[in-house]
């Protein structure tokens, strides 16, 4: 089965790309810098750096270490290079090997033993599901607001419904990953996407569909007392 996790990853990096692209030309425009179209540009930016920071930490829980690491290192890289000091150079370098270390500790840890499958309450849902033991099933995500998303088997087919989306919740790079995985904004503003129940692999797509919902339309900005699985 193709790896949409790697998917998305490269759609990610390649707006990533093209963001970064558009904020150097706002900025070195010969009419003079566009400060405000370079600040909406660096909003998206962010946003599409949080999710590849997301995508990768599913893999590789240390990926937040690992960068960190790298950046320490780059730095006292650049010091090494500009200093004059035989003491300093060895002070940096003792503190570089310490760093290459510590990557390369990490590096020996096989990433895949480090994601963690969701046993609790969604994680039955969809298996049921899948499994043809229930027929739908809703995730609140807000009680109150009205904002959920309702997933029903019916034959071979996984529907996925979700409320009524909000125009600010949903950018234009957001839409179209979603797009690109099989979602439909509905003229009634919901999100529809249908999949496949053929094999054992369609839980891995439908865990996959939900995580992509929950990060790029939800986000976890909804009070945890507001969300629970309704079956």
Same mark, same amino acid.
């Given at each position: 089965m193709e790896d949409k996790s790697a998917f998305v990853l490269s759609l990610c990096e390649e707006e990533k790309a093209r963001l970064e692209a558009l904020i150097?030309?706002?900025l070195e425009g010969l009419e003079g810098p566009d400060y405000l179209s370079a600040h909406n540009y660096q909003n998206a930016l962010n946003r599409v750096n949080s999710t590849i920071r997301t995508l990768n930490r599913f893999e590789d829980k240390y990926y937040d270490d690992r960068q960190r690491y790298q950046k320490l290192m780059a730095i006292y890289e650049k010091d090494i290079a500009s200093t004059d000091s035989e003491n300093m150079k060895k002070y940096i370098s003792g503190v570089l090997q310490v760093y290459k270390e510590k990557i390369e500790r990490l590096n020996e840890i096989d990433p895949s033993a =480090?994601?963690?499958t969701n046993t609790g309450i969604l994680e039955k849902a969809m298996l049921d599901l899948v499994s043809k033991k229930i027929k739908k099933f809703k995730i609140i995500f807000n009680k109150s607001e009205g904002v959920f998303l309702e997933i029903s088997a019916k034959g071979r087919d996984i529907k996925l419904v979700s409320?009524?989306?909000k125009k600010d919740d949903l950018y234009s790079l957001q839409l179209g990953l979603l797009q690109k995985l099989g979602f439909e904004l509905t003229k009634r503003n919901k999100l529809v996407c249908l999949l496949k129940n053929v094999d054992e692999s369609s839980l891995d797509k439908l865990r996959f569909l939900l995580t992509r919902l929950v990060f790029d339309v939800y986000y976890f900005r909804?009070?945890?007392r507001? =969300?629970?699985i309704e079956i």
């Open positions: 150097k030309l706002c =480090n994601s963690q409320s009524f989306i909804h009070p945890a507001e =969300n629970f």
